[in-house]
């Protein structure tokens, strides 16, 4: 029998859901909002080191979960998408997206999905994300193809659900009905 080959090589179908509740009892977000044509996501996982003092001395020293920096570039996105990024105010009526230094993000859960090699997906959920900032670099328009993409960088946290208080989940699909695992971010506690 040949060896499945499950090496990660894609990337897509990144959705965010607007977190409703994030409390130590409760977990519940809005509906699935689509950030299209993905280009690239990389993450790394922020941490510290506390020291607790005993006798004047190190009595042990605690690492500390700070949080998993992204970054994620996309080529596009539409004004109201960047209500969602930057946390600046879409004007649905004059089609103007407006941002100021006091404007506050939302917080989101996020999914996505890596294709295989062998053809199938790992899914990702990310219970809590908080979206820092949006760069853009703009250049000249020159022969080439070249695009201005937009880099968005932010921190995935553990939710605040004290019986459940991950960061993020994987699965793997078996076939494309497996994929509706990102369309819902469950609810806590379950059941509600």
Do not use: C, H
């Not at 109201?80 to 105010?89: A, F, V």
């Not at 506050?104 to 994300?129: E, I, L, P, S, V």
Request: proline share 4%.
């Amino acid at each position: 029998m040949p060896k499945v080959r499950k090496a990660l090589r894609g990337l897509s179908g990144i959705k965010v859901f607007e977190i409703k509740e994030d409390t130590e009892t409760n977990y519940s977000v809005g509906e699935a909002v689509s950030i299209p044509y993905a280009q690239s996501l990389s993450r790394d996982i922020q941490s510290s080191n506390e020291a607790i003092y005993a006798d004047d001395e190190i009595y042990d020293d605690e690492e500390v979960f700070d949080g998993e920096d992204f970054e994620l570039q996309i080529p596009e996105a539409d004004l109201k998408t960047y209500s969602i990024i930057e946390g600046g105010k879409y004007d649905e009526e004059n089609k103007e997206y407006s941002w100021g230094p006091d404007d506050q993000g939302k917080d989101y859960a996020m999914t996505f999905k890596a294709k295989r090699k062998d053809g199938n997906y790992r899914m990702f959920r990310y219970y809590k994300a908080k979206f820092k900032k949006v760069k853009q670099d703009l250049q000249t328009q020159d022969n080439g193809t070249q695009i201005s993409t937009i880099t968005i960088s932010g921190t995935f946290y553990k939710r605040a659900l004290l019986t459940d208080p991950k960061v993020r989940v994987y699965k793997d699909s078996e076939s494309s009905a497996d994929l509706v695992w990102l369309d819902t971010v469950p609810k806590a506690p379950a059941g509600e």
